[in-house]
C-alpha cells in the first residue's frame, strides 16, 4: 500500500490525486501502476462517468522520477510509464484534470488525452524530454503539432521552453484559468457534468473527437522504441545524475 496516489470515487467521479508533495509529485512506479489499476477500474466500471486528475500540495507533478529513470538506465528496471501511457491515450471514460504548479514531463503529455483542463496562474508546462537526451512521449510526437501547430510544437518539444497558463490556454491545452481555491470545485463540476451526460454517447462522441485510435497507439510504440534507446544513453544517464547530484542555491 502506497499513500502516493490517491483514488476516490463518488457520485459517478473517480479522483485520482498524485500526492508525493515534498517531491512535487514525481511519478514512481508504484504511483504509476496505481493510476494505470485506476483507470481500468474506471473503464471496467459503468458506475464510474468521468475522471479527475489532480496533484497534492501545489503542483501537478514533476514528471517521471529521475531516480527511477536512472534506475531504469543503469540497472535495467521496468519504467512502468508505459503502462500508464496507453491506458490514459486509450481510455473511454471522459478525463478532468486539475492543473496547480508544475507539470512537466507526462506531466504535460498527459493532459493531450484529458478533455477538459482546468489551472491557476502558478501553472508552469514543459516537456523537458530533448534537454535529458529523451524524445517526446505519450503520443505527443503526432499530438503537441496537431494541437499547437509545428512551428509551437518545435519550441515546446525541441527547444523544450517552458509555458504558463496563459500560453497554455491560447494554445488550446487548458480551457481555463481559476484560482487555486477553486481548482478543484471547478474540476469537480466539471467531471459531474459530464458524469450526468448518456454514457453511452459520451464515450462515443469521445472516440470520435479523438480520431484513429491506431494513429496514436502507433505513435507511442514508434515513441517507446526510440525512448528506450535514448533512456540508455550516455547523454540521458548524465542528464538524470546532473540533476540528483546537483546542490540547490
Ligand atoms: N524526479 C525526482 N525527484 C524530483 C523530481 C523528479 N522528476 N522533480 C523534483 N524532484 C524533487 C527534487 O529533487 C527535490 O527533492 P529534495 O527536496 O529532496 O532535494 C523536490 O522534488 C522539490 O523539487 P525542487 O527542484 O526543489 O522544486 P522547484 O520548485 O525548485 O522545481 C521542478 C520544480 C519540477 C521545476 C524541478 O524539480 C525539476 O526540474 N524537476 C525535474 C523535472 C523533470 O525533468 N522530470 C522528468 C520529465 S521527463
Same mark, same amino acid.
Given at each position: 500500500?502506497?499513500?502516493?496516489t490517491?483514488?476516490?470515487?463518488?457520485?459517478g467521479?473517480?479522483?485520482?490525486?498524485?500526492n508525493?508533495?515534498?517531491?512535487?509529485?514525481?511519478?514512481?512506479?508504484?504511483?504509476?501502476?496505481?493510476?494505470?489499476a485506476?483507470?481500468?477500474?474506471?473503464d471496467a466500471?459503468?458506475e464510474?462517468?468521468a475522471?479527475?486528475?489532480?496533484?497534492?500540495?501545489?503542483?501537478f507533478t514533476?514528471?517521471?522520477d529521475?531516480?527511477d529513470?536512472?534506475?531504469?538506465? *543503469?540497472?535495467g528496471e521496468?519504467n512502468r510509464a508505459?503502462?500508464?501511457?496507453?491506458?490514459?491515450?486509450t481510455?473511454?471514460?471522459?478525463?478532468?484534470?486539475a492543473?496547480d504548479g508544475? +507539470?512537466?514531463?507526462?506531466? *504535460?503529455t498527459?493532459?493531450f488525452?484529458?478533455?477538459?483542463v482546468?489551472?491557476?496562474?502558478?501553472?508552469?508546462?514543459?516537456?523537458?524530454?530533448?534537454d535529458?537526451?529523451?524524445v517526446?512521449?505519450?503520443?505527443s510526437?503526432?499530438?503537441?503539432?496537431?494541437?499547437f501547430?509545428?512551428?509551437?510544437a518545435s519550441?515546446?518539444?525541441?527547444l523544450a521552453e517552458?509555458?504558463?497558463?496563459?500560453?497554455a490556454?491560447d494554445?488550446?491545452l487548458?480551457?481555463?484559468i481559476?484560482a487555486?481555491?477553486a481548482?478543484?470545485? *471547478?474540476a469537480m463540476e466539471?467531471?459531474?457534468?459530464?458524469?450526468?451526460?448518456? +454514457?453511452?454517447?459520451?464515450?462515443a462522441?469521445?472516440?470520435?473527437?479523438?480520431?484513429d485510435r491506431?494513429?496514436?497507439?502507433?505513435?507511442?510504440?514508434r515513441?517507446?522504441?526510440a525512448?528506450?534507446?535514448?533512456?540508455?544513453s550516455?547523454?540521458?544517464?548524465?542528464a538524470? *545524475?546532473?540533476?540528483l547530484?546537483r546542490?540547490k542555491?
Amino acid at each position: 500500500m502506497t499513500t502516493d496516489t490517491i483514488v476516490a470515487v463518488a457520485d459517478g467521479v473517480m479522483r485520482i490525486t498524485m500526492n508525493r508533495p515534498a517531491k512535487k509529485n514525481a511519478l514512481t512506479g508504484p504511483m504509476y501502476d496505481a493510476m494505470t489499476a485506476a483507470l481500468e477500474k474506471a473503464d471496467a466500471n459503468d458506475e464510474i462517468r468521468a475522471v479527475v486528475i489532480a496533484g497534492a500540495g501545489g503542483a501537478f507533478t514533476a514528471g517521471n522520477d529521475l531516480a527511477d529513470f536512472l534506475a531504469t538506465a *543503469t540497472r535495467g528496471e521496468e519504467n512502468r510509464a508505459g503502462h500508464f501511457i496507453r491506458k490514459i491515450a486509450t481510455l473511454d471514460t471522459p478525463i478532468v484534470a486539475a492543473v496547480d504548479g508544475v +507539470a512537466v514531463g507526462v506531466g *504535460t503529455t498527459m493532459l493531450f488525452h484529458c478533455d477538459l483542463v482546468y489551472a491557476t496562474p502558478s501553472a508552469k508546462f514543459r516537456m523537458p524530454f530533448l534537454d535529458l537526451g529523451l524524445v517526446p512521449e505519450a503520443a505527443s510526437s503526432i499530438l503537441a503539432p496537431a494541437r499547437f501547430g509545428m512551428a509551437r510544437a518545435s519550441e515546446y518539444i525541441l527547444l523544450a521552453e517552458a509555458f504558463g497558463p496563459n500560453e497554455a490556454k491560447d494554445l488550446g491545452l487548458v480551457n481555463a484559468i481559476v484560482a487555486p481555491a477553486a481548482l478543484e470545485a *471547478t474540476a469537480m463540476e466539471a467531471a459531474r457534468k459530464l458524469a450526468a451526460k448518456p +454514457a453511452g454517447a459520451l464515450r462515443a462522441a469521445r472516440r470520435l473527437m479523438r480520431g484513429d485510435r491506431k494513429d496514436i497507439e502507433a505513435a507511442i510504440e514508434r515513441e517507446s522504441a526510440a525512448f528506450a534507446k535514448a533512456l540508455t544513453s550516455p547523454e540521458a544517464k548524465a542528464a538524470f *545524475t546532473a540533476f540528483l547530484n546537483r546542490t540547490k542555491g
